[in-house]
Structures are given as structure tokens and as C-alpha cells.
């Protein structure tokens, strides 16, 4: 994760994702919502009661998962689709989200965000 942007005037805020060991980098278009989610989660910024990222977080290891990362999958005509990876009775299962949702929960959970080479190919500038 690179930087957030997040605009009082624009319905959509941006998300910018670069690779660790590499210069490409993209932006995903997220709402207002998911992006102060994160950007309050990347700041250390406690809230005084659970939010929607950390219900997701908080019931998974209550149901015995362990949050193991997040992956963005898939760029589809413009749109990205992710996957929420969690280790359950030994097995990796995998839950479809919205990459922003995903994102959040990977802050939250401080967990790796991975991306599919398909989409850093189709998406990345240098």
C-alpha cells in the first residue's frame, strides 16, 4: 500500500498499490467509506467501538480462521475483484470481496496484500 488519497470533494478516493521489490505500481478507485477505513488503520487510529473491517477480522479468528492475507485477483473491464485468504482447519479458503473491503482487512489484520501478475501486467505503470 503507497498512499490513499481521499478527497472531501470527489465521491471516489484512490488507493495506490506498488510492488515491494519492483517500480510498477496502479490505482484502484474506492469509496469514501473504505478509504478512511484505511487510511485510520494505517495512522494507528483506534475507534471506541468495532467497525465493519474489524467485525470481518474479529469473527473470522472467533470461528477458529487465521487471516493469512489477501490477494487482488482480477481486472475485468475496468473493475478488480480480490480474495480474502483464510487458514481453517488446515485448508486455505478463499472469499470473494471487493479489493477495497480486502485492503482494509489487511490493514486491519496487518496481513500481506499479493497481487495476481495478470492484473500488475494489465494495470501497472512504472
Given at each position: 500500500l ?61 470461528l ?23 487458514m ?5 479458503r478463499e ?28 494495470a501497472?505503470s512504472?
Amino acid at each position: 500500500l503507497r498512499r490513499i488519497i481521499i478527497s472531501d470533494i470527489h465521491e471516489h478516493q484512490l488507493v495506490e498499490l506498488r510492488e515491494l521489490e519492483g517500480t510498477r505500481r496502479f490505482t484502484i478507485v474506492i469509496g469514501y467509506f473504505e478509504a478512511t477505513s484505511i487510511d485510520r488503520r494505517v495512522r494507528k487510529q483506534k475507534s471506541e467501538r468495532p467497525l465493519t473491517h474489524d467485525l470481518v477480522v474479529g469473527a473470522i479468528e472467533e470461528l477458529g480462521g487465521q487471516l493469512r492475507d489477501i490477494v487482488i485477483t482480477d481486472l475485468r473491464e475496468g473493475i478488480y475483484f480480490a480474495r480474502i485468504r483464510v487458514m481453517l482447519d488446515g485448508e486455505i479458503r478463499e472469499i470473494d470481496c471487493r479489493p477495497s473491503d480486502a485492503i482494509a482487512v489487511a490493514v486491519t489484520a496487518d496481513v500481506p496484500i499479493y497481487v495476481s501478475d495478470e492484473v500488475l501486467d494489465e494495470a501497472a505503470s512504472e
